[in-house]
């Protein structure tokens, strides 16, 4: 993906080039898997990469959900493997305007969005990943979790109280060691759907308390985002430095080869959404979904049925519109520049004169 200071030349716009530029776009928001992160030093929530402006930046993520659409159709017409994209961030850091603009181009059918809210009984009643292994997406499909099974080691640790509401033998006890153990299952929880053909995607949204601060007073003040706003969001405040250093340690211990986390600058929602395209592109083009191959048979019998087709086709009209379509495109490029005068140039001219 291009870093928006310069226009590509139509030529260097091969898949391998552009996957090439988005891996190198990317590569700056990636944990590597067993670096100590600390936040606040490590990631700056106002960084753009150099892009000039908003409106460059709404060119590059034209271009992201362009590539996403295609390789969603890809994913889903090969019906191999899964994507589950988690969202992470604290209030107000954008979660759901990047799901809205980044898949904007994708066929709904494909893609479903899980909100996790506060637990129910009944998933209190199970294991702490009970409900998120309960809407997994199938093979074919993008799953996205708006807050994800990572609440369990960032809400639950900023507040304990809610722990004991999990009733886990012997947590309230287990001081850290509850948080290691966790950390060590939600790894092997991961691997375990990588394994089986389900690529996890991990996208934290990193807002300042400066920017968090200015859209909560965006919520209060415009009547028509007055619903958005939450007391509770608010006094949630008071507990930064407690999220800040619980992100850093979740980042530190689960960024793994089969899982990483990839780090958002937040403080531009645009930049936030070419972001999580590019990560996203990158994932489905490492994946390489293909369209099936269709055999001999299959063939011969598609061939028949064109044939039945067509004998329809009304007095007057091509047989096949589609192929009629094709070709007279195909014979319009192939013409030589300057072999046929347009009425268009012919007028050109009259006003050149």
Request: aromatic share 8%; charged share 30%.
């Amino acid at each position: 993906m291009r870093d928006g200071r310069e226009r590509t030349p139509e030529k260097e716009r091969t898949p391998d080039k552009q996957a090439r530029r988005i891996a190198e776009f990317i590569a700056p928001l990636r944990v590597k898997p067993g670096a100590k992160v600390n936040l606040s030093e490590d990631f700056d929530p106002a960084h753009k990469a150099g892009i000039k402006d908003k409106a460059a930046g709404q060119e590059l993520l034209a271009v992201g959900v362009e590539l996403l659409a295609d390789y969603q159709r890809r994913l889903a017409a090969q019906g191999t493997h899964g994507v589950l994209v988690c969202l992470q961030a604290l209030d107000a850091g954008g979660k759901d305007g990047t799901i809205r603009h980044v898949m904007s181009g994708v066929n709904p059918q494909g893609v479903h969005v899980t909100n996790f809210r506060v637990p129910s009984a009944e998933e209190l009643g199970h294991d702490y990943l009970w409900r998120y292994a309960c809407r997994l997406p199938r093979r074919g499909e993008i799953g996205i979790f708006n807050r994800s099974h990572y609440e369990e080691v960032l809400v639950v640790r900023v507040h304990p109280e809610l722990l004991s509401r999990q009733r886990v033998p012997g947590a309230d006890e287990a001081g850290k060691a509850v948080w290691r153990r966790r950390f060590r299952e939600i790894n092997d929880w991961e691997r375990y759907l990588a394994d089986n053909g389900f690529r996890v995607v991990k996208l934290f949204l990193n807002l300042s308390k400066e920017e968090q601060r200015t859209r909560f007073l965006r919520r209060i003040d415009v009547p028509e985002r007055n619903w958005k706003f939450s007391a509770a969001d608010a006094r949630e405040r008071t507990f930064w430095d407690a999220y800040q250093s619980a992100f850093s340690e979740m980042l530190s211990a689960t960024s793994t080869p089969w899982a990483p986390w990839y780090v958002v600058p937040a403080d531009r929602k645009w930049f936030a959404r070419i972001c999580a395209a590019a990560v996203l592109a990158d994932t489905l083009i490492g994946l390489d979904p293909r369209y099936p191959e269709i055999h001999d048979k299959s063939r011969r019998e598609l061939a028949r049925e064109k044939i039945l087709l067509e004998a329809e086709a009304p007095e007057g009209s091509a047989p096949d519109p589609y192929a009629a379509k094709l070709a007279k495109q195909s014979k319009g490029s192939k013409q030589p520049k300057g072999s046929k005068k347009t009425k268009g140039s012919k007028k050109t001219k009259r006003r050149q004169r």
